[in-house]
Structures are given as structure tokens and as C-alpha cells.
């Protein structure tokens, strides 16, 4: 069963700190809990027309919310920071955020 881009890219992560990271070309994503790192590579190389350089994956826990007496956990998530190489060109959506 073949993934698409769109499946394995959620959505960019756009703080502080994933900003400062756009000036030495690594962009951070939210991604599929399942996918890998060689899927998420191929994935930002299709959706951006970047060369990849290395990938690197965290899983993030779910955080403890309350309201009132009620509490639980916000769900988890995995992150990846993508390292383009220097001979890449950068992705233009983080261009105009910093």
C-alpha cells in the first residue's frame, strides 16, 4: 500500500525555535505517527522540490489539560526535523514568516 505526500505531512510547526532552525535550512513537521524517516524525506522532497539531507523524528506525549475537576491528555504527536542539504533551495511557505 503506497502513502502520499499529503498523508505523511500534516502540517509545519511554526514557534520560535522552528523558526531560528529555517536559517540553517531545517524545517520542522508534524507527521503520520507511522511513517519513517526515508517516507517523510520522500515526502517533503515530492511536496517541495527540495533536496533532503537527513531527517530527524521525535514522538511527542500528549500533554495533561484540565477544566474544573476534569482533566486528561491532549493526544500525542510525532515531529520531524528535516535538514536540507546546502546545494538545496529553501521552501518558500517558511520564507515569509521570519
Given at each position: ?92 511557505f517558511f520564507d515569509g514568516m521570519f
Amino acid at each position: 500500500m503506497s502513502k502520499f505526500a499529503q498523508d505523511i505531512i500534516l502540517k509545519p510547526v511554526v514557534t520560535e525555535e522552528s523558526m531560528l532552525g529555517t536559517a540553517l535550512k531545517k524545517y520542522t513537521f508534524i507527521v503520520a505517527k507511522g511513517a519513517n524517516k526515508i517516507e517523510i524525506a520522500k515526502a517533503v522532497a515530492e511536496l517541495f522540490g527540495v533536496e533532503v539531507e537527513s531527517v530527524n523524528t521525535m514522538n511527542v506525549r500528549g500533554h495533561l489539560r484540565r477544566y474544573g475537576r476534569f482533566e486528561g491528555y491532549k493526544p500525542g504527536y510525532k515531529k520531524a526535523i528535516v535538514t536540507l542539504t546546502e546545494a538545496s533551495k529553501t521552501i518558500e511557505f517558511f520564507d515569509g514568516m521570519f
